[in-house]
Structure formats: C-alpha cells, structure tokens
C-alpha cells in the first residue's frame, strides 16, 4: 500500500517536473512551445508573477455562494518583455491551430499577431494586472476599480521601484479592455537620461494600492532571473 | 476540412484586429497628455498607443471546442473556479446528528437530539459583450435542530407542598418556624401556584441539579434571493444596481417545552450605483439603496384567547391575541419560564444616498464625499411584559420554589399602555480625505468629517421622558410628553417636533495618518494614525428609554420587603398602594459617543510569499450610554417604596452618556500567501479592555467608580490559525488535457483547510440571588471573603472556581467583590475542511467536501453558575459544540 502511495507521488512529481525550466524555453523558437510552456512563461517565469492571498471562512453554512476558501488571485506579468508577449502570441496560435495550418494560413495569422509581438515597448516597461475570484462580488469590485481609474488618479497608487530610483512615477495607465491582459502600467525605461534597470541591479519592484481588497500589492522581480545569455530581458 | 475552418478562423481574427483597431481609433484617448508626447510612430500608432490597443482577444474563440477553457481563463488559471460566458454553481451543505459527536452534558444511552441541516442554492452569473454583467443566486436553509437545554425544576411531590426531598428546612413565614417535616399542608397551597404546574414538568434526568433536558427542535427556514446588474457603458462611466429579498420562519426553544417563540424574518434591500470617471483627474459615484427589515417573535402561547386571565392573578391583561399568554416567572434556584419577550416585532425602513469625488492634484489625492440616511422604526413593540413578572427568591422560606408554592413573591410587575413607538432620525455626514506624498518614502494622509444624527424622534407624538435628572438629594422631577406645553415651558422645543434629546451638532471627526519607509525599500513600512470617530445610540435605545413611559406604557413595580412578605401572587398589586412607578429617560444633553483610535504598525514582507506584521491598537471610548438608576435607597429592612428619596416616584432608569472604557491590543501575525499549493495566517494577541459599563444595574448606584472592570467579553489572550494546503500541489489544473487521465484525476485536486481558534475565558461577576439588600435594585455582588491560590484549587464541572470564597454579604449591606472578577473557561476548537475537487472532461468542477466542527472534540464549556447561596452556584450546565461534521457537493460550470 505504501508502495503503491509512493508510486503515485512519484508519477505526480515528475508530471510536475515535465514542464521545462523558462530560460530553457526561451531557447526555443515561440512557434514550437507547448501549452504548457506558454502559460508556464505567463504564470511562473522571471516576467510573471502570482499572488494569491487567501481566506477561509469559518462555521457552518455554505460560506459566499458554496465558496469557503476564498482565493483571490493578481497575475502580474511583464508585457514589455518579449517572452511575455510571445507567450501570449503562442497561445493566440494554438487556439486556432496554428500547427495544422496551410503556409498561407499561418502567414495570415502571423500578420495578424506580429502587431502585438513587435509592439515598440523601447522607452516603456509595462506591468499588467489580471485579477480573478471565486467570490463574484469581490471580482466585480475590483473590476470596477481598475476600470474606473485614471492616470492621474492611479499615479499615487502604483509605482516602480527599483535600488537607485526608489520611486518611479507612472507615465501612463490603460484600464483593462480584456480579462486576458488586464490593466496596464507604464512607466519609464530611462529617467533623466539614467536606465531605471540595469543588469547589476538586484530586483524591481512593482506596488499598487488596490483599496477593493484592502490590499497593498507588492510583486518584486529579479534582475538576474531576468538576464537571458546575459541580456536583461524587460 | 480542417483547413477551411482554420482559414475562416485567421479571417475573422485579422477582421478582428482590424475592426478593434478602428473602434479604438474613433475612441478618446484617456491618456491625452502622454500619448500626445509619443506621435509620429512608423505604423502610425504611437508606441503608448500601441501599449494600450494590445490585447488578445480572438474574435472567433466560441468556434473552438467547449471543452477547452477559454483564453482568458487559459492565461490566468484560477485554482478553485471556472467561469465562461455562463457560469455558476449548484451546492449543497448537508449536516445532521448521525455524524456528530455526544455533547458532554447529553444524557448518555440516549440517541442525539434531533439535528438535520440542510443548505442549497444555486447562482449563475453571464457577461453580456463586454458591458454588461448579470447575476443572480438564491440561498435556502432548513434547519431542525434539538438543543440540549439544561435547567432544574422541582421534584414532583413538591408540586403537593412535600420538599421533603430538600434537604433544608422550609420555613412557614407566618410563624417563623419550619414546616413540620417539610410539608407545606395541601390548605396553603396557592390556586395560582397549582394552575401553573401544569407547565412545570417534572425531572427526566437523573442528574440532581440538571434534572430536566429539553431536546425540543430549533426550527429554521430561510430562502435569500439575489440579483444583481452592472453595465459598464462606452462613456467611461459604471452601473450597478443589486436587489436582494429574505424571507424566513423559525422556532426557537425554551428550557421548558410549554413555551418558545414562532420567528418571522423578511428583509429587502434594494441599492443603486453610478460611477463615472470624468477627464483625467476626476473619479465620481453616487448611490442610493432601501433596505426594509422586519422581525416578529410570538409565543406558541399567543393566540389563546383568556390564556392569561386563566392564570387566577388580578390586575394582568392582555389587550389583543396577539398579546396573550403566560406572565414570566423567575424561581431563585429553579428554572424561569413564562412568555418572556412575546410579541418581539421591529419593522424598520432606511433610505440613503451618498456622493463622492476623488481627484489627484499633484502629490495630493483628494476625496470628497458626502451621504445622507433617513432611518424609520414602525410599529415597534420589544417587551410584551404586560402579562405580568413575578420573582421568587427564596426569602420567605428559604426555598424559590417554596415561596412561589405558598404565592409569595418578593417583586411582582406589570406594563400598562401600548409599548408601539414610531422613530424617525436623519444622519448626515460630509468628509474631505487627502493622501499626501512628501517623499518617495513618506505619505500624510489627512481629513476631517463631520456627522451628524438627529436624535430619534417620535412620529405618532407617543413619547415622553422624565425631566429634569436631579437624583441626589432629593429627586424629583415630572414625566414631559414631546411637544407639549409643558415642554415647550422647559425649553425642550430646542429638541425639535416629537424629539426630547437635544441634538449633538458638534460631531467632527479628524483623522491622520502617516506611512513611512525607513530603510527606502519597499518591504518593510511603518504606519501611525490617529482617528476619531462616532457611534450614534441607536434606535433600541430610544424606543425602550422615551418610547416607554407614562402615560403611553409604564411599568409598575411592587416589591415585598426581604423579610416579611406583603403580596399575595393572586392580587399581587393591590397590597402596595399606590404601585410603584417606574420611570425612564434620556439625559436631554446626550453627547453622540465617540472612540478615539491609534495605531502603530510595523509590517515587513519576506521571501516573496511572507507577511510579517506586529501592531499596536488602542482606544479610548467616552460617553458611551448606561443606563443610571436613580431614587434608589439605601439598604435597609423594611419596605422599599416609602424608603426612596423620593417616594412619589419608583425607581428611575434613565440613559446617560457616563460611561468610559479603553483597550488596548497588541497583535503579532505571520502571513502566507498562497504559494506552493500551501497558505496560512496566523495572530497572536494581547488585549487588555476596561470600562465601567455594567450590564444593567450596577451594584452601588453611589459608587459607580466600582464598576470599572475587565470589558465583558474580552478574553486576554487569542491565538487563531488559518490554512489552506493542497495535498499534492504544484500542478495546474486548469488545462483540461490531462486531467482526464483518471488515475491523475483520483490522486489529484485533495486540499486540507481550517481555522484554529484559541483563547482564554472571558471575564464574569458573581452575585447574590434577587435584591439581597433590598435597596430596589438587582445586579448585587456577593462578598469575597478570601482568594484560594489557583495552585491548590483544581477546576472541574461541578466547581469551576473555589465557591467558598464568596459568600452572600451581611444583610442589607453591598458586597464587596468586584465586577468581571472570574473568568470563564477558555475555547479553543480545531475547525478541519478536507476537500476534493475535480475536474470534468468539459472543465466543469465537481467538490466534494467534508467538514469537522471541534474536529478533536475538545469540551469547551460555558459559564458556570455565578450566583451565590444556592446548590447551583460554581457548576456548569452547558458545552459548546461538540465534534460536528458537514458535508457537501459542489458543481461549478
């Protein structure tokens, strides 16, 4: 029996395993990762990061709607780094599946996304933010925050930080069109003439106020995880 | 074949982007001022522009399989739920006593009481293009629970005057002497007293003290219906509008199965929203909501038309049917019974509206707001004491149940009038908040409101209070009816129409506060503030305070002196003569309460996923309500009414702002956040809270600086735990494909949560049965006369603290223990959630989950008796849940 427990874990573990290491998918060309690669690259890579703060609900009953554990979830990504757009590319072709199409269909389809692929991000970087719920008021809520919101009035929320520029101020905010993407931040790459990023740097941070939740999120993402054959990569 | 449709599918994603593009080009562009920076881009979008206009929709993603998740769904997998187009769930939460543990006080050999709970609903949400959200779920729960109720009623054979079985002496309180062989004779035997046997039951415990249990079922119904719409429209501007209706009956259990109450709940709520974003700067939001409440509770008893005539005591009515049923009876040493609070019914209406703006003016973030609430309490009726109470403490004979045998009580009152009030009150309020950033490190925030709550008034001229509050020496007084001449003679008119309490226009409420990073790293951030703010008295207050008093409703009170009984149960209010008149008001110049708060924080984030953060809070709360009693005299032998200051008058009660309290609490807790399949939060806290507000009497009207205490409530010290831990984590499940390989889909998708809850007991006082020193009022402490070291006393459940350290005080005399001196036992409950989900091949989600209440069975048990001089005192009569366990179904698609 114990025998049998360990074998399922084993096969568990190495299911797990099987998803390869980012800066290796990196090294493959977009067009050939898998699924799993590009929502590995969306969700657990340098450019990306999940923050899920929890809740249980205590006592009896059936907690907000059937829900007990309350999970809400930022997805915080890098959309100025290519691996993120190219992520978000992979999956645009197969979902219509790219991998069986004509040569002429694959161009087409190719002309359509290269747009967003080559989008020019060479003053800005740009933080997204998604949000997802299982309680539908809280979802709702904090849609309607990041809808509502504008630059002016975003500027004292969210910030970038990095080691010399402890504050960087936000250039422009693009409320979310698609729960796909979400909101955009955008800040600037260089500040009087200095690159607010560079490779010897530790981390950069990224911080929003989202009063919805109650919640200070902070996300950080290190510099050196970020270095691709020691380019920085954001 | 699959080629066509791919082609067709690269068409409507190129028609797509291109249609996309050009909506988005005859859009406004919100970021005016940066975007006008970045012109001239090669493809004719400038680079912000382009940041803005990305997005990955797919224009023909209904085209793909439904089996797939869609894209939005695929790129932020979401551990717990699925949403689509049309999403929602089916659930089910089912309990009942099969599954749970034995109490500790259920009578052993014996099946559970009765328990089957059951809730369902269902809720199904759809976005309509982007722009509109519709939702709506409906909650029902049937409940049919029998509680184990514990109390002490009298053995059979006292019912015929035999208290043989007593095991002290009764004394006959015409001769002084005891009764031979503790017999009262069958002659002495009051007709009232035996009318009421019958709804005396006799013992079915073997248990001497708790020898009556009631497993009589609690009843509850409840369906709530919700619906709810928002519209974000083109304009940049948000609606919502929510109506949400709950309807529900209920029966709740009395110790003793001839009585109960019949519950009715029904409540609406009805809100509106509207938020607009107005240029760059400005966010705005208006709302308006109704919400319409009521609750009716009536005795099973109700509806018996003569029921209380029945009983044989003069001088009790009940005006309609409604009305009808027992007078309320308390026994020193046995069980209360009686329709005690029957009819209960609260009808209240509230209607609002607020605005705010926000706006950023620089390193200023400005926001103003302002909301209005119109309150309405209708057709209130909360005490239903008409039908007469009647208190039995043992001071005759020697025994409760003795003395109410031979109708002797030591006080009997009654109501008389309508208790109905009608109260209306306007609030107001207008803040201006700003969040002002000095430094990237330091930020100010800053602001000041001012509320104000007219104080309730009257709609149908049906109040009335006792003016002016003079108590010592000597007090007097007149009870003014709002509006009349003679309080307009007073000056009361500053009170306004139907009101008799002036109002508080002083209410300003500042508040600051600062963030601070010392190290200029993002981690680690100390905050402060301090901040003022209000809590009006609310609605209860008024009715119980103005709402009831003569000539409308009045109580009178007759009470016997404590060593020769005066009132016969048949005529109880024809002895005193006149009866006592029970008076009651509000302090005219009742100052809205109000807290003032600080805070420190230091909160420091690790390794990415841990939280740490050590706070300070404290408060100091002024001019929250008591209630002071008034012409109240000194103890003493002899009959109370002709001993009062003021002999013309009974007791006053009357609500003043007096009372004060502060706390303190001091909070280390550790966070977690989901990472790894595991999160988990933990506190530990330090609280120290004291104040001087007694329940409802204090124990020395003169000497209210004794009444400073432990708050009640408030234990020393809390430890919680919640986690959330998937059992084999590191998989995500939302990508359909491989979750359909079966073995994966039985080891996979096991989660583990819970909350552990731990704390020392809350603190309580010990008194003496009924009015020991017979100055007219209850709420006596006993006297402590020494303090066993908790050392050498080991608690148990017939005596959970040392009782011979207390003792009744010297007759006529207060006693000089303290309030909230014990504390009671602790808690400390281990609540475990096992849950699996799965994953169907279509991606809709099936749970199944059990849960364990008190999963280890720890016996946490309620407060033991506390009142001094009777077999009952230091023994506890209840626990707190045992181990239950729930279980449920869950199918989310």
Redesign the interface.
Known sequence: MLLRACL??L???S??AAVPDPQQILRKDFSSWT??EA?RI??RSPWARK??????L?????GI?????I?N?F?VRL?SAPPIRR???R??QI???YD???PV?KS??D??IA??LN??????I?VTI?F?S?N?NME?SVK?FF???????M???AYL?TEGF??IEL?????P?????GA?F?FPRRIDGAAVVSPDQKEV?F?VNIPSVYRRL?V?FPVSDMLVEGALVL | MSRVLNSLLVFGLVIGIWDQGSAKAKAKPKQGEAASQESGAGSGKSPLDQIRDYQIRLVRETAVSTSRPSLAEMVNPFPAKQSGRLNGSVYWFHRNDNLDARNFFDPGGQPLPEYKRNEFGASLGVRVRDKINLFGSLRSLRIIKGSTLLSHVPEPEMKRGDFSSLGAPIVDPVTGEPFPGNQIPQSRLHPVAENLFRVIPDPNSPDPDRNFVNNQPRVTNRDTYLFRFDYTGDDDARSFLQYSLTDGDGKLVHPLPSFGWNRTLRSQSLSLSHNRTLGTRWVTEGSIGYNRYLSLSVSPNSGQVGLVDSVGISGLAAPDALTEGYPDFEVTGYASFGDSSSPYKWLSNRYSASFSTTTALGDHTLTLGTSLTKRQVNDTHIEGRGRGEFEFSGFYTGDGFADFVLGLPSVASRTVGSDRTDLRRNQWQAYIRDRWRLSPILALTGGVAYHYASPYRSASDTISGFFPLLFEPPPTGRIIVADSFEARALGLERAGRGGLVFPDRNDWAPRIGLSYKPFRTNRLVLRASYSLYYSVVGSSSFSRYLGKNFPFYYTERAQSPVDSPDLDLANPFENVAPPELVVRGIETGLRTPYVQAWTLILENDFQEVWHLRASYYGNKRTGWSRVLPGNVPLPASGPIQSRRPNPAFGQFRILTGASSGSSHRMNLSAERRLSDGMSLRSAFTLLRSLDDRYRSEPSNPRNLKAERAPSRGVPIRQFSLNYIIDLLPGRERTLGAEGRNPLLQLVDGWRLSGITRIQDGTPFSVFVPGDGNNDGLGGDRADRISMTPSDRFESSVDMWFPVDDFAEPAPYSFGNSGRNILRRPGFHAWDISLIKQTRLVNGDLVELRVELFNAFNQVNFRQPNAVVGTSLFGKIFGAHRSREIEVALKYSF
């Open positions: 399922v874990l096969l568990f573990l299911a797990a699924l799993s929502t969306l969700n923050q899920t703060y929890t809740r249980v205590g006592g009896v009953g059936s709607h059937g829900e007990k554990e999970f979830t997805f959309l992520a978000y590319a999956i645009q979902q219509n599946g069986e199409m004509t269909a087409r389809l002309a359509g747009p967003g989008m020019d991000v060479s003053r800005w740009v998604s997802r299982n539908p709702l309607r809808d509502s919101q504008t630059l002016e009035t500027r004292d929320r930080a402890p504050r250039a422009a905010y693009f409320p069109r698609e729960e796909a993407v955009k955008v941070n911080e902070r950080n």
